[in-house]
């Protein structure tokens, strides 16, 4: 059973009971295109994502500008936000510089981000 929970007030919980909760429903929509992917470092938490949060990456969406995507730039993998107007790949955290595309870098864009999953207790 699947139901919404109140983050302010209590809220009776019958009020809020809805049909089954299917997480594949609800976070992968093209099963052989999508992957998952454990974050490492504080790079993106602007966007909410954390350290140890695991992502969920579709590589059938094409990244558009703006997307959280993740990367191979020169063979390294990372997760940043595209801004192809400027040719970077952004992180979501002031402490870290963007980091410029050059003619020639190879640059394979794995997938978009859609969803993270963060554990609030062990995981």
């Known amino acids: ?3 919404g929970v109140s983050c302010g ?3 009776p919980a019958d009020d809020h009971k809805e049909e089954a909760l299917s997480l594949d429903e609800h976070l992968i929509t093209n099963g052989p295109a999508t992957f998952m992917a454990r974050a490492n470092g504080d ?12 992502l969920i990456i579709d590589r059938s969406l094409t990244p558009i500008n703006g997307d959280v995507v993740v990367v191979a730039l ?3 993998l990372t997760c940043k936000i595209l801004d192809r107007g400027r040719g970077w790949l952004l992180s979501a955290n002031d402490k870290y510089k963007p ?3 050059w003619e020639g870098q190879e ?9 993270s ?7």
């Open 9 to 11: 007030f209590p809220l």
């Open 99 to 101: 980091i410029p595309i």
């Open 74 to 76: 020169d063979g390294q």
């Open 107 to 115: 640059l394979i864009v794995e997938g978009v981000v859609k969803a």
């Open 117 to 123: 999953i963060r554990y609030h207790r062990g995981g």
């Open 43 to 54: 790079s993106m938490q602007g966007v909410g994502i954390f350290d140890r949060d695991i």
């Open 1 to 3: 059973m699947f139901c």
